[in-house]
């Protein structure tokens, strides 16, 4: 640092200590949610921020930094999937053609909870759930339902489905045949996330390791040889951090569970070289908005490194992080929901900088309820003005070289690799999650931010600061009433239409193969398109593989 440089640093600094003592609320520590402190400014003062070995390559090449395709946005947009499903298959399409109309450019499916844990309308499991939080899909006739008028081979799919994945999937497979339309013509993502429901979300129904994670390893194998253009695993750090992590758990934790699946289908017989390049990602844009774009980048680093290191992946296509992005559901508030809209549009905006290839925008008003017609199409709209209106696709990656977001994209990994080692020493993410790691690390982060909103330490508008003038509630989405017993209605009259003996004789199908070592996944079909129910499949596969009870993590 030369003279002038120091002179003009110590008038810097005390015109800072003289601005600080006449503060009127100062606070010692500046920090994201993750806890990574935030210097006062960065470059100036620190020569090392900004060196070539940092490693960030050029756009789409390794370490992927700043993107995982040369050109980004430049080309092609990223995909608006909006992310919908409620009441009944038919309500459901309407509302995907609706917005399909609008602009939207890929589907992303939401199924109600029995769907998700396997059981079909008419069980008394059931009973207040159906179609509640997502829509209701117990059979092909429901799927044929859900799809109707969509154009298959133009439209990608997303489906939020885990334990029932293999189900869905072949639900969806069959419809497809039904039309005529060729396997290799799908493309689109099937989530089959399973460690992240015993971490976080809770919708598992079978052990990890010796069912979860067979039935994982059988979809990969499957989707290999028939759809090849489809992604088998979205490999979700979202609910993890809608449950409460940080950001730096969300990405740890993830990247810990895609080591796990990718060793498991490699112990099934899978090369990795066979499924590296279809697996996908899902994560979060939560609030701190540079903690969030440097969390990307950094997973995408750590993520290319890993596959390079770990697995031998030469082909740096194998070594491409690609995910989906949703904005936080967690941060959404029933008081002033009209704060919602400048929230989902500044997450929007993080997962957008950070590189996303595709994105959901949640309504304002899911604080409340299902998102109206109306609130869906708003959200819609905020990605085609942040697309369109704001430059932010004109250039790849145009926060690269800065060196606040270099440094946190440097401290997240950091932090990041350090969990990844203690979950390694644990015996790796199945056995971490027996042992309640990361359920007591999620816990704890949880309630050290509940800790920190409830003292004002951290600010959420309308609800611990700014609470008056509050804004007139908007209309809630209700669903039917009747929808449970016309679910019930329709469901016997399918079961009375089939022919018992080819329903007896897949349903044994199914059970030979989920006690032997053939793939669970053409038998499954060919059940779906013998007329059986989802819940009739997963109640076979129960006898067989039993359930998964959960051991609170204190």
């Given at each position: 640092?030369?003279?002038?440089?120091?002179?003009?640093?110590?008038?810097?600094e005390?015109?800072?200590?003289?601005?600080?003592?006449?503060?009127?609320?100062?606070?010692?520590?500046?920090?994201?949610?993750?806890?990574?402190?935030i210097?006062?400014?960065?470059?100036?003062?620190?020569?090392?921020?900004?060196?070539?070995?940092?490693d960030?390559?050029?756009p789409?090449?390794?370490?992927?930094?700043?993107?995982?395709?040369?050109?980004?946005?430049?080309?092609?947009?990223?995909?608006?999937?909006?992310?919908?499903?409620?009441?009944?298959a038919?309500?459901?399409?309407?509302?995907?053609?609706?917005l399909?109309?609008?602009?939207?450019t890929?589907?992303?499916?939401?199924?109600?909870?029995?769907?998700q844990?396997g059981?079909d309308?008419?069980?008394?499991m059931?009973?207040?759930?159906?179609?509640?939080?997502?829509?209701?899909?117990s059979?092909?006739?429901?799927?044929?339902?859900?799809?109707?008028s969509?154009?298959?081979?133009?439209?990608?799919?997303s489906?939020?489905?885990?334990?029932?994945?293999?189900?869905?999937?072949?639900?969806?497979?069959?419809?497809?045949?039904?039309?005529g339309?060729?396997l290799?013509?799908?493309?689109?993502?099937?989530?089959?996330?399973?460690?992240k429901?015993?971490?976080?979300?809770?919708?598992?129904?079978?052990p990890?390791?010796?069912?979860?994670l067979?039935?994982?390893?059988?979809?990969?194998?499957w989707?290999?040889?028939?759809?090849?253009?489809?992604?088998?695993?979205?490999i979700?750090g979202y609910?993890?951090?809608?449950?409460?992590?940080?950001?730096?758990?969300?990405?740890?934790?993830t990247?810990?569970?895609?080591?796990?699946?990718?060793?498991?289908?490699?112990?099934?017989g899978?090369?990795?070289?066979?499924?590296?390049?279809?697996?996908?990602?899902?994560?979060?844009a939560?609030s701190?908005?540079f903690?969030?774009?440097?969390?990307?980048r950094?997973?995408r680093r750590?993520?290319?490194?890993?596959?390079?290191?770990?697995?031998?992946a030469?082909?740096?296509?194998?070594?491409?992080?690609?995910?989906?992005?949703?904005?936080?559901?967690?941060t959404?508030?029933?008081?002033?929901?009209?704060?919602?809209?400048?929230?989902?549009?500044?997450?929007?905006?993080?997962a957008?900088?950070?590189?996303?290839?595709?994105l959901?925008?949640?309504?304002?008003?899911?604080?409340?309820?299902?998102?109206t017609e109306?609130?869906?199409?708003l959200a819609?709209?905020?990605?085609?003005?942040?697309?369109h209106e704001?430059g932010?696709?004109?250039?790849?990656?145009?926060l690269?070289?800065?060196?606040?977001?270099e440094?946190l994209?440097?401290?997240?990994?950091?932090?990041?690799?350090?969990?990844?080692?203690?979950i390694?020493?644990?015996?790796g993410?199945?056995?971490?999650?027996?042992?309640?790691f990361?359920?007591?690390?999620?816990?704890?982060?949880?309630?050290?931010?509940?800790?920190?909103?409830e003292?004002?330490d951290?600010?959420?508008?309308?609800?611990?600061?700014?609470?008056?003038g509050?804004?007139?509630?908007?209309s809630?989405?209700?669903?039917?009433?009747?929808?449970?017993?016309?679910?019930?209605a329709?469901?016997?009259?399918?079961?009375?239409?089939?022919?018992?003996?080819?329903?007896?004789?897949?349903l044994?199908?199914?059970?030979?193969?989920?006690?032997?070592?053939?793939?669970?996944?053409?038998?499954?079909l060919?059940?779906?398109e013998?007329r059986?129910?989802?819940?009739?499949?997963?109640?076979?596969?129960?006898?067989?593989?039993?359930?998964?009870?959960?051991?609170?993590a204190?």
């Amino acid at each position: 640092m030369s003279k002038s440089d120091a002179s003009s640093r110590a008038a810097w600094e005390r015109a800072v200590k003289e601005q600080l003592e006449r503060a009127p609320e100062r606070r010692e520590r500046f920090e994201t949610t993750s806890g990574i402190e935030i210097e006062r400014t960065y470059g100036l003062d620190h020569p090392a921020d900004w060196e070539p070995e940092r490693d960030l390559g050029w756009p789409g090449e390794f370490p992927f930094t700043r993107s995982v395709y040369a050109t980004m946005y430049r080309s092609r947009p990223w995909t608006m999937r909006q992310y919908s499903g409620f009441g009944t298959a038919a309500e459901t399409n309407r509302r995907f053609r609706y917005l399909l109309d609008r602009g939207q450019t890929g589907l992303s499916v939401a199924f109600d909870l029995p769907t998700q844990m396997g059981y079909d309308s008419d069980h008394p499991m059931a009973e207040g759930e159906v179609g509640r939080v997502g829509v209701a899909i117990s059979s092909i006739d429901d799927m044929e339902a859900l799809l109707e008028s969509i154009p298959l081979d133009r439209v990608s799919t997303s489906m939020t489905i885990n334990s029932t994945a293999g189900i869905l999937l072949c639900l969806y497979v069959a419809v497809a045949r039904r039309h005529g339309v060729a396997l290799d013509r799908l493309s689109g993502t099937i989530q089959n996330d399973l460690l992240k429901e015993y971490i976080a979300r809770g919708t598992y129904i079978y052990p990890p390791a010796a069912a979860s994670l067979r039935l994982t390893s059988d979809i990969f194998a499957w989707c290999q040889l028939h759809l090849p253009r489809w992604n088998p695993i979205s490999i979700s750090g979202y609910h993890i951090r809608e449950a409460g992590s940080t950001a730096v758990q969300e990405v740890a934790f993830t990247l810990a569970n895609a080591i796990a699946y990718c060793d498991a289908a490699i112990a099934r017989g899978l090369r990795f070289e066979e499924f590296g390049e279809r697996l996908s990602f899902f994560f979060n844009a939560h609030s701190n908005f540079f903690e969030e774009i440097a969390k990307f980048r950094a997973a995408r680093r750590m993520w290319a490194r890993i596959a390079r290191e770990r697995y031998g992946a030469v082909d740096p296509a194998l070594c491409r992080l690609r995910f989906h992005t949703q904005t936080a559901g967690s941060t959404l508030t029933a008081q002033q929901p009209d704060n919602n809209v400048v929230r989902v549009a500044l997450q929007a905006l993080s997962a957008v900088l950070g590189g996303t290839q595709s994105l959901h925008t949640n309504g304002m008003d899911e604080a409340l309820g299902l998102p109206t017609e109306s609130s869906a199409l708003l959200a819609l709209r905020t990605q085609q003005v942040i697309a369109h209106e704001t430059g932010v696709m004109d250039t790849i990656d145009p926060l690269g070289g800065s060196w606040f977001v270099e440094r946190l994209t440097d401290a997240l990994e950091s932090r990041a690799r350090d969990y990844l080692e203690r979950i390694e020493a644990l015996g790796g993410a199945v056995r971490a999650i027996e042992k309640g790691f990361q359920q007591r690390e999620i816990q704890e982060a949880a309630w050290t931010w509940q800790r920190r909103v409830e003292a004002e330490d951290e600010i959420v508008v309308g609800v611990n600061r700014y609470s008056g003038g509050a804004s007139a509630a908007p209309s809630v989405l209700r669903l039917d009433e009747s929808l449970a017993r016309a679910r019930a209605a329709d469901l016997a009259r399918f079961r009375q239409s089939r022919d018992p003996a080819a329903v007896a004789r897949a349903l044994a199908a199914i059970e030979s193969a989920a006690r032997g070592e053939e793939s669970v996944v053409p038998p499954i079909l060919e059940a779906v398109e013998a007329r059986i129910t989802l819940g009739e499949i997963s109640d076979q596969l129960r006898v067989v593989f039993g359930t998964h009870r959960e051991t609170a993590a204190l």
